[in-house]
Structures are given as C-alpha cells and as structure tokens.
C-alpha cells in the first residue's frame, strides 16, 4: 500500500498560468477530498467525492477552481489563472469508512 | 456553522514534561466523531486519535483524549512530553459516529515543539 499519491510534489506556475494537481488515492476507497493547507487558514475543506459522483464542493472557489475524478484510480484539480494567494499545500485524501488518509500533498507557488 | 478551535498556535514544552492541546467545537450535527492528526514536517497529516463516545478516554502512543459533549472539547494530553512529539497537530470533527462522510472539518492547528 503506497498510500494517497500527489504528483507532482512542488510546482511552481507564473501569475495568470493554469495549474493541474493529481491524486491517485487508496486502491478500494470509495470517498476522496481535497483540502488546502495554509500557515493562516490550517486545512481547509475544498471539495469531495464519493464513488466518483462530487458529493460536496462547498469549499471550492468558485470561478477558477474545479476538481474531476473520471475514473476511481484518480482525481484532479484544476486551478486556471492562478494568483498568488492560490500558493498553499493542496493535499489529497481518500477514505473507506470512518478514517481519512491523506497525500503528502502538492506545494503550488504562484510567482 | 460548525467550526473547530485550537486557541494555541505554538506550544512549548521541556522534555519530560506532561503537555495539553485544546479543542473546542460548535456543531450541529448530531452524532460526531472527533479526530487529532499529527503532522510531521514534510509528511502527511495521520490519524493519532479517534472517539466518538462521550466521556471515554482514548489513547494511542503515549496521548489520550477523551470527547466531552457537555463541555464540546476534546482536548489532547500526554502526561511525558518527548523529543519527537514535536509536530503540528490538528483536531478535527466529522459528521456521524460512523463518520460516513469522511469530511473533516480541522481546527487551525497546533505546533508543538519539545526542547531539551
């Protein structure tokens, strides 16, 4: 078991660029989430889904944010024209049941 | 809304010394579940505690917590503080006891830093 993968671990996108995160969860797990982490605001909730359907994105930013999962193998999320307040940990995680297990995550800097 | 607070952003604490990290909540939800993930530096947040029964205490490596309802906190202690415990800790609440959802909802975290 590998565990939730991210790739790429850091990545570094001018001012006005698209970014693409991926997440390769837990073989098995049904649910998977993305959160954002940041010194300010710790771990906050984007958006989530269960056996592939997006269940809840409430966290989301609205316009430039979107997140997919086409397949149960995998999940992105998509930032188009990222500003520099978009610089943050992006963690992935996927879960079975009750317990959450997260990526290491992908360090997204916004120059 | 349901919300999660950790008042310390950084804790500091001697070896060998007992330690304690606050966590209050507000929620609506009726049955919870509650969490502390530990981080070490450049690694992923995991899992370090779980309950979602009132009052009972619950530990794993050394730290216990115990839910309590009546007072919405679930704070973390350790009675022996130890080199390697220094890390950012967060306490989290998920809705249902069998926490079905899987979505958590974190406090802003804790550092603990253990110094010699």
């Known amino acids: 078991n590998a565990g939730v993968i991210q790739t790429p671990r850091h990545k570094v996108t001018g001012k006005g660029q698209e970014a693409t995160l991926w997440c390769e969860p837990i073989?098995?797990?049904?649910?998977v989430f993305w959160y954002r982490q940041t010194i300010v605001q710790g771990l906050e909730f984007l958006t989530y889904?269960?056996?592939?359907?997006?269940?809840?994105d409430s966290g989301m930013p609205k316009e430039r944010f979107s997140a997919q999962m086409p397949n149960q193998s995998h999940s992105t999320l998509k930032i188009q024209s990222t500003q520099p307040q978009d610089s943050a940990v992006y963690l992935c995680?996927?879960?079975?049941?009750?317990?959450?297990?997260f990526g290491k995550g992908t360090r997204l800097t916004v120059v | 809304g349901d919300s999660v607070t950790q008042t310390e952003g950084l804790v500091t604490v001697t070896e060998g010394l007992p330690v304690k990290l606050n966590c209050t909540y507000q929620t609506t939800y009726l049955t919870i579940a509650f969490f502390w993930y530990v981080q070490y530096l450049n690694e992923a947040p995991q899992v370090l505690l779980k309950s979602s029964t009132d009052n009972k205490r619950t530990e794993h490596q050394g730290f216990h917590a115990t839910l309590h309802k009546s007072s919405s906190s679930f704070h973390l202690q350790k009675s022996s503080a130890q080199l390697s415990d220094s890390a950012l800790y967060y306490c989290?609440?998920?809705?249902?006891?069998?926490?079905?959802?899987?979505?958590?909802?974190f406090g802003l975290g804790t550092t603990l830093q253990v110094q010699p």
């Open positions: 073989s098995g797990h049904s649910a």
């Open positions: 995680a996927s879960s079975f049941t009750q317990e959450v297990f």
């Open positions: 989290a609440l998920s809705e249902g006891e069998t926490g079905n959802t899987g979505k958590l909802i």
């Open positions: 889904f269960r056996n592939q359907a997006p269940i809840d």
